[in-house]
Each structure stands twice: as C-alpha cells, then as structure tokens.
C-alpha cells in the first residue's frame, strides 16, 4: 500500500519537519525537537495537523438512536452543541476504538482514529444495517480536514480568523462558524490537556486555514508540533492512546476510562458484558508510574512488583513538564498501587525501579 | 553540523572509529545523533568487557528511540566515557571529540567494510536521496 500523504505536508516540509510513517500516513514526527515541542504547547500553544484522523457523520431520522447503540456514554444526556468522549464496543465489551461524539441538532460527529477509518466505518455501518436503523453512516476522512490547535494561546490566535465569539464556547462544547470566511466546525476539544480547539472544514481550505492560524500564532510563540510530542503531551494529560492503553484485549474499565462508558444501558453493544465483567470483579488496573532519570520506559516492557511479573508500560517517555521518566502501565489488580509503590520495570533483562505515582502527572491550573 | 574528521573511519552504522597504536576510540556520527533527536540516556559498556567485532556494545537512548552501537572491532574495553552518563550533551556537541563513547584494547579484524570519510558521505547523500 502506497503512503498516504495529507493535505499538510507541503508546509510540514517547507516548515523543516522530520517525518514519520505513521499507520501508513507520512505525518510529521517533530519540527524543532520533542522536548521543545512539548514545552512549547505548555507554556504558549502549538498547531496540530489531524487530517489523517477519522471522522464520520451520521445523518436521518434513526441517527440518535444508531449512536445510542454504538457509543458507550451516555448520549441521551447529552445537550447539543457538546461532545463526549466514550468508545465503540464489540459485542464482548473490548472497544473497537475510543472516540469523540458530537451531538449537532441534525447530525451526530463522531472523531475515530486514523487506524480505524476503515474498520470503524464499516462496524457502524453494518450496525445500522442489523439494528435496521434509518440512518446515513458517511465516511468524510478525506472530505474534511482536522486542525488542532492547543495550548493556552489558541483563543487569541483562532479569534482574529474566527467568526464566533470564543470566549463564550465551553470545553467540549462546539459550535458552526466561519474560519477564514470557510464553513468549519470548531469544537473547545483536545489531547493535550490543555485548553483548545478542534477544527473541522472542508479539505480544499486546509493549507489556507493552516497558513492563517500559523502566522497568527507567530507572535504568540504559537508553532506546528508533530506526533512526538502529540504523544507525550496526551501521556503527561493522562489520556490514553487505542492500541496502548485500550485495544480489543483492554476494556475500559481495566484501563481507567470507566468515565466513558454508562454501565446502566442495555441496548448498548457491549456494555451488558462490561457489567457482567465490573460486578465479577476487574482482574487488571491502569497506573502511572514515574521515576527520576535513568532508562526510559516503553510500551511493552515488563512490570514487576517484589520481582514477581504483574503487567506491562502501555505507553512510557521522558516528560519534559514533571521533569520525570514516566509510564502508563496495566498491572494485576491485586498489587499495591498507592501512590509511592514500588514497581521494577525491565529493561534488557534488567529491573529499573519506578514508583506509582497519582494520576494524571499534568493538570493545568485552571 | 559537526565537522568530520577525515583520519578516522566509519561505520555503515554510523559508527566512527580512530586507531592510535593499539587502542582504539569509538563514537558515534552527527548524523546518528542528529538523527535519534533529544538524548536522555547512555549505556556504556564497562572497563574489562570483552567485545567482539560487530557486537553490540553500547546504547545511546533519546526521547523517541533506542539506537544501538555495535563495535567496529573486537578488543577488551579499557576506559568509557563516564561523563555522558550523566550529561549528554557533549555527545550531541562534540560527537567525534568529548563526545567519545569507548576505548578497547585491539585484538583481531575489525568488521568488514569500515569507510573513509569520502565514502561515509556518499553513503549519506545516497541515504537521503
């Protein structure tokens, strides 16, 4: 398969990035350097090209009721004009992905993950097929393009190019405006833990929109940052990545993300068995685990307590923030977790200790 | 960009290595560190191992990746250098001078097709093309 290139990469290149296949997309990995990045989105803000991200749009009379039976959260409570975070679940209660839903007074949004364009799609339609649902599931990846734009700047760069009045849009609320005189819709979303914004438009306007908010962001120290940091900076929030922290063998009660499922829905694929399993008794928990200097902790590598084998790092890096090595991990859920236990991780063969610390490492002061 | 030395040879690895006698310095290229991006971490081997031509002998670990050093040629390590282990930023400054990795004591060939400078930088103009 050939690599896939975004609507961006024109201005990743001429900006000096550095690239990175990524699930098949050439994306960029890093522009100035990782740390710099990461540290850069902290203190200022940082653009983000999401083009490669799935999205699908769900149209006709049975659409709320077709979200009702894919999506994990609690839709129905859901106003319009917000979002929530939840996940597809197969019939077993493992997800399919983790997602992002928008409910719009006409069509629901939902945000997938560049590895589950596809697969996604294709689950949700067939769905709608089975449940006999009178709904449109449209696959609009390559239609739209997605520019994130975080960090605590992203008001006074989006404002001057903006047709809404930012101040008065919540976090994970989301609105219909103009960007650059271009039809978008710009939701206060993120995955960096900081505040921001998600914007999604009509593809052709993407190197426009993106030149716009990169010059208005010049002054304010604002720049592109690439997945590297896109990476750390989700880990330092706390906020999973699909295949790290959550794949079709972690559930998200194992993984932390309880938050995203309403265990009292019955209709819902997969949460009936998410139940059976939560009143068994979960067999395995999240933690984070920090250390100071030394190696660093990667996905996959083994977690010991008292030198006994208890888990795996589901993601891991050097955090620029807390100035920490730092982990997630999926552990037994009979070992001792509270903050200050004493883990090893190995390395080559060798323990490296890390301690549990609380979660997540970063929370911005609000 | 560092300047290369043109009395030292190089690695397919991007390893460098200049021979005084019978002790020979080993590093790493700007061009390996230029490419692991932020270092955070360097594991030498220690005084008194024994190493055999294209083994790995040493790790250099970034934000993003873990690169591996293999040694050019076989030898008892004599002296590491210990400095990076706590700061690597000679490393990413001064890749061929303080930024060395490793000395060993010379016993028998080095691995097959070590380079002059000239032929280590069409490698790279090849591998960037």
């Given at each position: ?293 030394g190696r660093v902790?990667r ?48 390395i080559r063969g060798k323990?490296h ?14 | ?12 690895t991007?390893e ?10 080993i590093?790493v290229?700007?061009?390996a560190v230029?490419?692991l991006?932020?270092l955070v971490f360097v594991d030498l081997p220690d005084?008194?191992?024994?190493l055999?031509?294209?083994e790995s002998a040493a790790e250099i670990e970034s934000?993003k990746a873990v690169g591996e050093i293999y040694a ?8 590491s250098n210990?400095?990076l282990s706590?700061?690597q930023?000679?490393l ?9 990795l490793f ?27």
């Amino acid at each position: 398969m050939s690599i896939r290139k975004t609507p961006l990469h024109a201005a990743h290149a001429a900006a000096g990035a550095r690239f990175v296949d990524f699930h098949g997309w050439e994306m960029p990995v890093q522009y100035e350097g990782i740390l710099a990045e990461t540290r850069r989105v902290r203190a200022h803000g940082g653009l983000f090209d999401l083009c490669h991200m799935g999205r699908l749009v769900i149209t006709g009379p049975d659409r709320e009721a077709l979200v009702e039976r894919v999506f994990s959260g609690n839709f129905s409570k859901l106003r319009h004009g917000r979002a929530k975070y939840g996940f597809l679940l197969n019939e077993d209660g493992y997800p399919i992905d983790d997602v992002l839903v928008y409910r719009d007074h006409e069509v629901v949004h939902i945000v997938i993950n560049a590895t589950g364009r596809e697969a996604d799609t294709a689950w949700v339609k067939e769905q709608c097929r089975a449940g006999g649902f009178d709904a449109t599931v449209e696959n609009v990846s390559d239609a739209q393009a997605m520019i994130a734009l975080q960090g605590r700047a992203s008001e006074h760069v989006l404002q001057p190019v903006c047709s809404a009045d930012l101040s008065a849009l919540r976090y994970y609320g989301f609105a219909n405006a103009l960007v650059c005189g271009h039809e978008a819709l710009l939701a206060r979303t993120g995955y960096t833990g900081e505040d921001g914004f998600e914007l999604f438009f009509e593809e052709a306007h993407a190197m426009e929109v993106w030149n716009a908010l990169a010059e208005s962001g010049a002054a304010l120290d604002v720049a592109p940052i690439g997945l590297g940091s896109r990476d750390l900076l989700r880990l330092e929030a706390g906020m999973p990545l699909y295949g790290q922290e959550l794949n079709l063998e972690i559930d998200p009660l194992e993984a932390g993300l309880a938050f995203g499922v309403d265990l009292t829905k019955d209709d819902t694929l997969g949460v009936p068995a998410l139940r059976a399993r939560k009143e068994a008794g979960v067999k395995r928990t999240a933690i984070s685990l920090a250390q100071d200097g030394g190696r660093v902790p990667r996905t996959g590598c083994p977690v010991l307590q008292d030198g006994v084998r208890v888990g795996i790092v589901t993601s891991g890096g050097v955090s620029p923030t807390v100035e920490r090595n730092i982990a997630r991990a999926l552990v037994d859920a009979s070992c001792a977790t509270e903050p200050g236990a004493a883990f090893d991780i190995e390395i080559r063969g060798k323990p490296h200790p890390m301690a549990a610390v609380a979660h997540p490492f970063y929370k911005r002061a609000r | 960009m560092a300047d290369r030395p043109a009395d030292i040879q190089y690695t397919k690895t991007h390893e460098w290595i200049r021979i005084e006698g019978d002790i020979a310095t080993i590093g790493v290229t700007d061009f390996a560190v230029e490419h692991l991006g932020d270092l955070v971490f360097v594991d030498l081997p220690d005084a008194g191992a024994d190493l055999e031509a294209g083994e790995s002998a040493a790790e250099i670990e970034s934000v993003k990746a873990v690169g591996e050093i293999y040694a050019p040629i076989g030898g008892e390590v004599t002296e590491s250098n210990e400095d990076l282990s706590s700061d690597q930023s000679n490393l990413a400054s001064d890749p061929f001078g303080a930024g060395w990795l490793f000395k060993v004591k010379i016993s028998g060939d080095p691995v097959e097709g070590l380079m002059d400078l000239a032929t280590y930088e069409a490698q790279l103009e090849s591998e960037a093309s």
